[in-house]
């Protein structure tokens, strides 16, 4: 999905480049696709622990927690493997704030439902965007530093020309450029479809990134993280 341009040399040290910034700027993706959404939910119940027999065990060796399928709708079904720990299971459901829930007849499954979420919630998301975002950046520039690197141990060892290796210098600064460019812009669409466009902006940087999330190319982009979340 995403493609960086090789616009000033297609050397080998740019084109390795190219393809390591594309998968993490699409790796990004899908981390921030999770950030709120009914997964992140369930991993709330992976680690809950319910004591049967006089032992600690882990809600998931009873049951499954599984997605909805209708993806308009947020929440997930707990499939219970023991009908007897099934008030032990509500009971741990409200205790992490799931109050909204009913029983499936055909299936005895439970439905739980996740209520919408409070200002404060989707603050901490915004917060969590930025924190991957800037984990991503990182790991960008790392990937620069490296190319160059290789860049330079080449002209001294004599595989590439001076020439080629200052355009191949010239292309990772582009791609360099590039690929902070989608990293801020991808975090920016994520915490729009948590706070909207009214969302509070810190710097004139933040209102152009902001004014880049309606271009074509990333409200594709946008589209993907809504449906995958």
């Not at 998968?23 to 119940?45: F, P, R």
């Not at 499936?104 to 915004?126: C, H, K, N, Y």
């Amino acid at each position: 999905m995403i493609d960086l341009k090789l616009s000033k040399s297609d050397d080998s040290y740019s084109a390795a480049a190219k393809q390591r910034m594309e998968e993490n700027i699409e790796a990004l993706m899908k981390t921030l696709a999770a950030v709120g959404s009914s997964g992140s939910y369930m991993t709330i119940l992976y680690g809950a622990a319910v004591t049967v027999d006089g032992r600690n065990r882990k809600v998931t060796d009873f049951a499954d927690i599984e997605p909805l399928e209708d993806k308009s709708k947020r929440g997930f079904i707990v499939a219970m493997h023991r009908a007897d720990l099934e008030e032990t299971i509500i009971s741990i459901l409200r205790e992490n704030g799931f109050t909204r829930m009913k029983k499936l007849p055909e299936t005895g499954f439970l439905q739980v439902e996740i209520e919408r979420p409070s200002m404060e919630q989707t603050d901490a998301w915004a917060v969590e965007c930025d924190r991957h975002a800037s984990s991503a950046l990182s790991r960008s520039g790392k990937i620069k530093v490296d190319a160059l690197s290789q860049i330079a141990k080449g002209v001294k060892n004599e595989f590439i020309e001076p020439v080629v290796a200052h355009r191949a210098r010239l292309q990772l600064d582009d791609l360099s450029l590039d690929s902070e460019t989608h990293i801020k812009v991808i975090s920016m669409i994520r915490k729009v479809h948590f706070l909207g466009y009214g969302l509070s902006l810190d710097t004139e940087e933040d209102a152009k990134i902001l004014s880049k999330t309606r271009q074509p190319n990333f409200q594709k982009i946008g589209e993907h993280m809504k449906n995958a979340s």
